[in-house]
């Protein structure tokens, strides 16, 4: 079975646009979770989804938002980006609820905001 | 509110010391997970356990739910074990909450 993939993997940015990172799930998984690692705040839980339905946000601002598809895919789209926003993006996939499930993770997109 | 706690923060072994790292949480949780990440930033998901022990190769992973604690072992340590440890609580809200990572170094 092929891995989580994630497109991008690097991305240069400035401040004020926006952003569209894309992950494909395992084959079969129905829960995509994405986080956001930075050196200062370490790896913090940005959403979830699952079947195309997002079950948990974490504590971000409104410029972070996301969306799956019908196949599982999912995009998260950040808007007026800011510097703090550069950061390594990962999603990652699970046959059911994250929680009660291992994460298989993604490469991640690094983000980077000049 | 849910905070996850790792010590050490950094560590490092000599090749064949048997390694151990805590993780605290301080709410109830559903599931906990260990997760490996190398230099480069892959992760990988070591372990996810709500009770007891699971064990895989020479890494043992133990919780005890009324001390909200958890530990991860690295038995027989190698260099290529050298990486970041990172514990994450689950609540029942599909939500995990990190801890900050233990740094292992395994110098030959």
């Known amino acids: 079975k092929a891995g989580v993939t994630q497109t991008p993997r690097y991305l240069i940015k400035t401040r004020g646009q926006q952003v569209t990172l894309s992950c494909s799930p395992i084959s079969g998984h129905r829960s995509v979770s994405w986080y956001q690692q930075t050196p200062g705040q370490g790896l913090q839980f940005l959403f979830e989804?699952?079947?195309?339905?997002?079950?948990n946000k974490g504590n971000f601002p409104g410029r972070f938002s996301g969306r799956q598809f019908s196949n599982s895919r999912s995009e998260m789209n950040v808007s007026t980006l800011e510097l703090g926003d550069s950061a390594l993006y990962l999603c990652a996939s699970s046959p059911g609820s994250s929680s009660y499930n291992e994460q298989f993770f993604g490469p991640g997109t690094r983000l980077t905001v000049l | 509110k849910n905070e996850v706690e790792q010590s050490p923060q950094n560590l490092t072994a000599q090749e064949g010391e048997f390694i151990t790292i805590n993780c605290s949480y301080s709410?109830?949780?559903?599931?906990l997970h260990w997760l490996q990440q190398h230099p480069g930033g892959g992760i990988v998901s070591l372990f996810m356990?709500?009770?007891g022990k699971k064990k895989h190769g020479r890494l043992i992973a133990t919780i005890n739910i009324q001390e909200k604690h958890s530990s991860l072992h690295i038995t027989a340590s190698h260099p290529r074990d050298s990486a970041v440890y990172i514990c994450?609580?689950?609540?029942?809200?599909?939500?995990?909450?990190f801890g900050t990572g233990t740094r292992l170094q395994v110098f030959p």
């Open positions: 709410v109830g949780i559903s599931a």
């Open positions: 356990l709500s009770s």
């Open positions: 989804y699952f079947s195309e339905t997002q079950r």
């Open positions: 994450a609580s689950a609540i029942n809200t599909d939500k995990l909450i």
